[in-house]
């Protein structure tokens, strides 16, 4: 009879440990469970922000292979999903003129420096060129290599070419008062050998100010040495 009643007690005591056990297991999945539906709702968010994202985002492999491209990116270069599978960043898509320089400032990249910016052009399915900014984020081994970079494009043509027309026009604008100022002083110069000539002295007087301002054959005229004395019209009466 104890030996039936230690053996129950053995078998409850059983029975409540696995019970535990199960219950610890089953909140531990709950949890599990949550943590997976947080995880997962902001990798949706994240894709979601990914996808919509009014600036172009690709991952680029150092080898010129592309990854996931967003559709502003698949916009941006004319190109489908499907059909950028198999574009080349560093072919298809850049410039011979843009390779040297695109692979000095990816070089410059490192655990320390993740981050680079520059200005490129990209040929487009069509063939136009168009000039576009590009921030690249470097993703590393274990070694410290490359294994991707993470790419926001922008196309800047528009601006590109609203400066441009803005340089020419500034050019433009400094040459008309370059060649002005040279005109005006070959008829200042004339004038100059014209009053002389006639003696004919100029002066001009500021009404605010009171002042008044001789030019060289005024002074001779008046035979006034002292081009530092005070002028005043009483001197011209």
Known sequence: MLTTQI???????????????????????KQSNELLKTIKSKEELYADI????????CIGYPNGDLGECNEEFAILTGYSSEE?????????????KWLDIEMNQLSTLSLENDIVSYEKEYITKSGDIIRIEITIKGKFKKDETVDYYICFLQ????????????????FQL?????????ELKKTSSRLQLATKAGKIGVWEWYAESKEVVWD??????????D???????????
């Open 155 to 170: 196309d800047i043509s528009d601006r590109k070419k609203n400066e441009e027309e803005l340089f020419q026009l500034n």
């Open 84 to 96: 950028l599978s198999s574009v080349k960043w560093n072919e298809t898509l850049t410039p011979d």
């Open 7 to 29: 053996s129950g007690i053995g078998l409850m005591y059983l029975v409540h440990i696995i019970y535990n056990v199960l219950k610890t297991r089953n909140d531990d999945l």
């Open 216 to 225: 060289e054959e005024m002074y001779t005229l008046y035979n006034i040495e």
């Open 174 to 182: 400094e040459n008309l008062v370059d060649q002005r100022t040279q």
């Open 227 to 237: 081009k530092g004395v005070n002028l005043n019209f009483s001197i011209m009466v």
């Open 50 to 57: 990914y996808r919509s994202s009014p600036i172009a985002i």
